[in-house]
């Protein structure tokens, strides 16, 4: 718990500072999002139900640094409504590939601080050559008490690919890995899992429409089987 508290203390003053320095030239942005089902990592964190989510962010320019938060309804069968994400993040540009290290915050309200965690995490970005106009990224997660204080250690290596579609938008894919130092935590002898993302999406009217199919690799979990999510989204 008092780890917890001090992480929750260093993203607060990364964040105080990052504001603080953005009277100087910033970028803000934000987003609001309808989605058929929240799913993260492949898991259902509405009981495949609807949600709203939305956030903004704050990139102060030249400087490489970003502030930003992000929120959702969730279901877990338990006093959680909300998932409240905050994070700091600083990007490297002077590398052959961009780079980014960013500090996230997982915060759920209504659950008092028996969820709340503290992620890490590092990605590359790998733009494609020529006329070829895609982007690959590899990254990894990291925390030190997963969901919550006295969680296990987790890992998440992950892998997304972006590709514009002429005349029509995007296709995205996506594929992760969980992976925890506890036996049976996701299941039945399951301790890490594999799960994916693959998406079209296409924008109408200034809205982004998304058709994507999600899963993971564990069976009889409803929550974790494969199905067709419906999200509408609009940039701020």
Known sequence: MKKSRFFSKLLLVGACLTL????????????????????FRGWSQTTRDPAIQGGFDIELSDSGFAVGTWASTVNFGSDASLELDLYVS???????????VSMIRF???????????????????????????????????????????????????????????ENFGSFGAQVGWSSVDEDHFF???????????ISLTNTVSGLDLTFAFVGTDIEDVKDAE???????????
């Open 90 to 100: 600083y990007s490297f540009d002077s590398m052959m590939f961009p780079w980014s």
């Open 226 to 236: 494969p199905r067709i999510l419906l999200e509408l989204s609009k940039s701020l």
């Open 187 to 197: 299941g039945e002898d399951t301790e890490s899992y594999l799960d994916y993302r």
């Open 107 to 165: 915060e759920y309200p209504s659950e008092g601080e028996d969820l709340d965690y503290m992620e890490f995490s590092a990605q590359i970005d790998i733009p494609f050559l020529d006329d070829f106009s895609g982007s690959l990224s590899v990254g990894m997660n990291y925390s030190t008490e997963y969901l919550g204080a006295g969680g296990p250690a987790f890992i998440y290596p992950f892998a997304s690919f972006e590709l514009p579609v």
């Open 20 to 39: 603080s320095l953005s009277s100087h030239a910033q970028e803000v942005s934000g987003n609001v999002t309808l989605t058929s089902d929240y799913s």
